[in-house]
C-alpha cells in the first residue's frame, strides 16, 4: 500500500512538471539530486547544525554559487574536498562515481537557483567534458586551491593593452617582423589573443601580438603555445618558448620565473598554408592552479596534445627486412620487432631471449615512440599469435616439473622512506644467459645470438609460403653440449593436437617441427610442447597461417 | 641586421692554424675598423653557428656525436638512427654529405669508437656496430653489456660516455620516474670494461643528460633539478660514490660490493637539510662539483666534452663545455680540485641554438658539434631538432678565463689584459646562496649571503685579478658579477660578466 502511495506521488509530480517547461525537470532532478547533500548542508542549505559546529559551511553564503562557476562546482562535485580544519564537521565527499553527468547538471542548476544569486543552466556534455577533464585528479580538493580557483575565474582579463599587426609574406621561418612594415594594425579587446582578425586571408601571412599583464605573486609560470605553422613568445623582450617552422599543430611548453608586477608580452606567428592555429595558456606557480587560455582558440592546442600522424616503418629497400627496437606490447622491454618482405613480422624478446609473437600485414607504426615523450610502438597488421613466449630452454629433472618462464625478483621499494613496506616485481637478466645481439644478411634478415650455459644458439627466420600461405621457417641452430635433461620449449599455446607433420598452436596457426623429436606434456593444467636438447643441434620450426591473410 | 664589416668576413672564412694567444690580439687589431670595434662585442663574433641540415624528411634527434678516424661525424637520434657526416667541418663550403648507417635503435643517447666498432649506449644495452660487407651499412650490432634493468617507462634513459684511460664506458641510468627505482641500476652510474664487464659505480643519481669526462680524465655527469636536487648541476663521478638520491640505493644488495657499502639514508624530512652538512653525516656523499644555477642559467645540463683542441677552438684548452638541452645554450666550466673534491665556475658560453641541445663533441680540429631535440621538454631554439656546428671565429673575446678559489677570495684570470682602471671594488659584485637538500622537487636560492669584494692586487700584465671575498661561505654558489670590469685594448666589457663558482671547500 505506502508503495503504492510513493508511486501515485511520483506519478502526480510527473503530471505536474510535464505541463511546465523543460528546464523545470532539469530542477526536479536537481532537488532530488539535492537529497545526496542534505545530511551535511541541510534541507534548507544553511548548514546542519552539530553541537557548536555546522556539518558543512551554508551555501547561501558560497562564493562558488554566485556568478557562472559551473566548471569550479562540477570539479567540487566530482572530487570533494578535504577536511584540513575543525571549522565543519564533514569533509565534502567525492561524488564522481555517485552522480550521473545528468545529476550534475541539474544539481548546479537547483543550487544556484535556490541559494545562488541566479540560475546557472549546464549541459550535461559540459559536465562529461570536465569529468575526461579532471579524471587525472585522485585527490579531493583544498580549500585553497578552489579559492585561488575562485580568484582567477572572477579576476579581470589576463592580457590588455591588446594589438595586433598583420605582415603579409610567404615564410619557412618567423621572420624579423621589426624590420618589415604590417599590412593591417588593429586592438583587441583585454582578453583573449585571436587569429580572427586574420580570417579573411588564405594563407601567407604573420601576425604579432603585443599586450602587457600584472602578475600579483612572483613564482615559476607554465606557459603552452601551440600553432600552425610557426610561433615564438616572447615575455619582456626575451624569447621564451621558440616554436619555429612550417608544421601541424605543436605545443611547446615552457616554464620561466617572473617577478611580481606589470611584464609585456609578445606573440610572433606565421601561416604558410593550409591548415592554421594559434593557442597560448598559462598555469601559475602552483602546480595545482588552473591553466587560464589566453587564446580564444584551445581545441588544436588539446588535440595536438594527444594524438600524432602515424609513421609506419618499412624496409629501406624491397625484399629487405627491417628491424625495430622499442618498447612493444604483449613482450618484455628489450622488444625486437623484424617486419619481412611478404608481409609476415614478428617480435623477438631479447629479456627473455626468445620469439614474442608472430604476425601478418603491415608491419608497425612509430607515432607513439618517436612523439612526445616516447611509448611504445604500435605493431600493425593482423593474426598475432604468441607461441611460447619466456625463456627458451630450462633442464628439468622430471616432467612434471613446471616451467619458469621469466627470471623476476622481488625489491623493495624504497620511495624516500627510511622503512620501505612495500615490495615490487623486477625483471633480472637470467643469470643462465646472455644475449650476443643479432648479424643482419645481405637481406638485412637477423640471426639472434645468445649463450644458454654451455651452448651458443643462433635463431634466424625466412619468411616463404607453404602450400601457398605465409609462413616463417625458423632455424635454432645450437652448439655444444647440453647438460642432461635439457629441453627447448617450442609451443605453449593452442591445442597441440598433431595432423600430421603439423601441431595446432591456436588462432589459426600451426608449427612443424623438424630435426628433433617433439613431445608433449600437461603440466599444472599448461599444455606445452618440449624437445629434448642434444648435442650441436639444429631445429627447423615452420609456422604457417591455416588461410591466405586477407586484406 | 647590418652587413659585416669585410675584415670580419674575410676573418670568419680564413683558415685558423693555431697562434699562439698572447700573439693573437696584437695581430687581430689591425683588421678591425673603427666601427666595428666601438660596437658591443656578441658571441657571434667569437663563435659561429652553423646550422648543418638534415637530408629531406629526416628527423636529426641527435643523442650522441662521435668524431670518427676517417674524418666522418657520426651522429644517433633519439628515432634510433646512426648517421655518417661527411663534410661535416666543411660545410657549406663543401656540403655536408649524409648517409645512413643504422636504423630503429632503442632511443641511443651515447656514441664511441674504437678499433672499427662504434659502440652506442641504448636504451636497453650497450651495443657495438659494424659495417662488415662494406655495403656503407652496419651489419653486426653485438651486445657488450645488457646487465641492467629497463621496465617500458619512458624516464629510463642511459646516457654512454666515450672511452675513459681503461677503455672503460660510462653509463648514466636515470631513474624510472622522478621520484623512484623500480629497475635494477636506476639511479646509478655502471661502467662496461673493454671485455663487457658491468662494474656499478656510484648510486644516487635522478636524472642525468649526459656523462662525460674533464680533461684530467676524470668521470662526471649533468643531474637535472628535481628531488634531492634544489638545482641542476655538474657532478664528479667518484667511483663508490652516493650522488644525493637515495631511491637507487635498494639496488646496492645487487652490486656485490662493487661500489662499496650502501651509504646512510639522507633525512626524509619535510623541512630538508643542506648537502654541506648532510655529506659531514653520508660518507659516500660528493656534492656537486658545479651548481648550476637553475632558471637563472638554464634548466636542464645535458652533454659534456673537455677542450682537447689545443687552441684550435679558442682560449679554453682544458675546460669543459656542457649543453643545456631548455635553454638552447652551451655552458663553459672551470674545474678544480681542492682538499680532494672538485668544485668550480660555471660561466655563459654560446646561446641561440636552433633546437635543445643534448649532444656535444669537440673534434680535435676544434669543431664542437651540437644535437638535439625539444621532443617532451621544450627548449627555447623552437626546432623541433637540430645539428650545429660551433667554430671559433678566430678572436679572443675578453672573458673571465678562470675562477680559482683561495683561502680569502678567488683568483680571477682573463682571456685578454684588463683595463687596469676599471678593476676596482665597484667593479664587482657577489652573491651567495645555497639549495635546500630535500626529497620534494627542487628548492628556491636559500640562506643568503652577500659577501663584500675587494680588490687585491692585480697582476703587471693586466691578466689576472686577485679578488679578497668576506665572507667565504663553504656549501654556497658564490655568484660574482664583474660588470664594470673593461679590456686594456678596445675598452669593452666582458663578453660574459657572470661567474657561478661553487664553493664545495675553501682551501687550508
Known sequence: ?551 | MEQPAPALTLLIHRPHPLRPMKYAPLFLIPLLSPALSSEVPKESDFYSITPIPAPPGEVIEGGGIECLPNGKVAVCTRRGQIWMIENAAEHPDKPAQWKLFAESLHEPLGLAWRDGWLYVVQRPEVTRLRDEDGDGRADAFETVSDGWGINGDYHEYAFGSTFDREGNLWCALCLTGSFTAESLYRGWILRVSPDGKLIPTASGVRSPGGVGFNAEGEAFYTENQGPWNGSSSLKWIKPGSFQGNPNGNVFFEFAGGAAGERPLDPPYTEQGSRIVKERERIAQFIPPAVVLPHQKVGNSPTGIVPDFSQGKFGPFTGQVFVGEQTHSKIHRIFLEKVNGLYQGAMFPFLEGFKSGNIALRLSPEGQLYTSGSDRGWGARGGMPFSFERVTWTGRIPFEIHEMRVRRDGFDLTFTLPVDKTSAVDASFRMEAYTYIYQMAYGSPEVDPVKPQVSVEDISKDGRRVRLKVSPMTKGHVHELHADGLRSADGGSGLLHPQAYYTLNEIPK
Open chain 1, 1 to 551: 500500500m505506502k508503495r503504492s502511495l510513493s508511486l501515485l506521488a511520483v506519478s502526480l509530480l510527473g503530471l505536474a512538471t510535464s505541463s511546465e517547461a523543460e528546464g523545470d525537470k532539469v530542477l526536479e532532478l536537481g532537488r532530488l539530486t539535492y537529497q545526496t547533500c542534505v545530511a551535511c548542508h541541510g534541507p534548507d542549505g544553511r548548514g546542519l547544525r552539530a553541537g557548536d559546529l555546522l556539518m558543512a559551511p551554508s551555501l547561501h553564503d558560497s562564493p562558488f554559487l554566485k556568478g557562472n562557476h559551473s566548471e569550479l562546482l562540477t570539479a567540487i562535485l566530482l572530487k570533494g574536498i578535504l577536511k584540513q580544519d575543525n571549522k565543519h564537521i564533514q569533509a565534502m565527499l567525492p561524488l564522481e562515481a555517485a552522480l550521473s553527468d545528468e545529476q550534475i547538471a541539474a544539481l548546479i542548476a537547483y543550487a544556484t537557483e535556490e541559494f545562488g544569486d541566479t540560475r546557472r543552466n549546464v549541459k550535461a556534455i559540459s559536465v562529461s567534458k570536465w569529468r575526461k577533464k579532471y579524471a587525472d585528479r585522485t585527490i579531493p580538493w583544498k580549500r585553497a586551491e578552489l579559492e585561488e580557483a575562485l580568484a582567477e575565474a572572477t579576476a579581470p582579463p589576463f592580457l590588455s593593452n591588446l594589438r595586433y599587426q598583420i605582415y603579409e609574406g610567404k615564410w619557412e621561418e618567423l621572420p624579423d617582423f621589426s624590420a618589415l612594415s604590417p599590412a593591417t594594425v588593429g586592438t583587441l579587446k583585454d582578453g583573449p589573443i585571436s587569429l580572427n582578425p586574420a580570417k579573411d586571408r588564405k594563407g601567407a601571412f604573420g601576425m604579432v601580438f603585443d599586450a602587457e599583464f600584472t602578475l600579483r605573486e612572483a613564482g615559476d609560470y607554465h606557459f603552452s603555445l601551440t600553432s600552425d605553422d610557426g610561433s615564438a613568445l616572447v615575455i619582456d623582450g626575451e624569447t621564451l618558448i621558440g616554436n619555429d617552422g612550417v608544421h601541424p599543430a605543436r605545443t611547446v611548453n615552457m616554464k620561466e620565473t617572473l617577478q611580481a608586477g606589470l611584464h609585456t608580452m609578445q606573440v610572433q606567428y606565421f601561416e604558410r598554408g593550409g591548415e592554421r592555429s594559434l593557442a597560448l595558456a598559462v598555469r601559475g606557480p602552483d602546480t595545482k592552479s588552473v591553466t587560464r587560455w589566453l587564446s580564444t582558440e584551445t581545441s588544436e592546442a588539446r588535440k595536438a596534445a594527444q594524438s600524432y600522424d602515424p609513421i609506419p616503418l618499412t624496409a629501406l629497400r624491397p625484399g629487405e627486412a627491417i628491424v625495430h627496437r622499442a618498447f612493444l606490447p604483449d613482450a618484455k622491454p628489450r622488444a625486437i620487432g623484424v617486419g619481412y618482405p611478404g608481409a609476415v613480422n614478428l617480435v623477438w624478446d631479447a629479456d627473455v631471449l626468445n620469439l614474442a609473437y608472430v604476425y601478418r600485414g603491415d608491419f608497425m607504426d612509430a607515432a607513439s615512440h618517436w612523439n612526445g615523450r616516447g611509448a611504445a610502438s604500435t605493431p600493425l597488421g593482423k593474426d598475432r599469435v604468441k607461441i611460447a613466449h619466456g625463456l627458451p630452454f630450462q633442464i628439468l629433472e622430471s616432467l612434471d616439473e613446471p616451467w619458469q618462464s621469466f627470471s623476476e625478483t622481488k625489491v623493495k621499494y624504497e620511495r624516500d622512506t627510511a622503512n620501505p613496506q612495500k615490495e615490487i616485481t623486477i625483471n633480472l637478466r637470467h643469470p643462465d644467459y646472455q644475449f650476443r645481439g643479432y648479424h643482419l644478411d645481405a637481406k638485412r634478415f637477423p640471426t639472434f645470438r645468445y649463450d644458454y650455459r654451455n651452448l651458443a644458439v643462433a635463431d634466424t627466420f625466412v619468411p616463404a609460403e607453404v602450400d601457398g600461405v605465409t609462413a616463417l621457417i625458423r632455424t635454432v641452430k645450437i652448439e655444444g653440449t647440453p647438460e642432461e635433461h635439457t629441453w627447448f620449449r617450442i609451443a605453449a599455446s593452442g591445442s597441440q593436437a598433431v595432423a600430421g607433420d603439423w601441431i595446432d598452436v591456436g588462432s589459426n596457426l600451426a608449427l612443424k617441427v623438424d630435426g628433433a623429436k617433439a613431445i608433449s606434456r600437461t603440466c599444472e593444467g599448461n599444455r606445452e610442447t618440449l624437445v629434448s636438447v642434444t648435442r650441436d643441434m639444429t631445429l627447423t620450426l615452420t609456422y604457417r597461417w591455416n588461410n591466405p591473410l586477407r586484406p
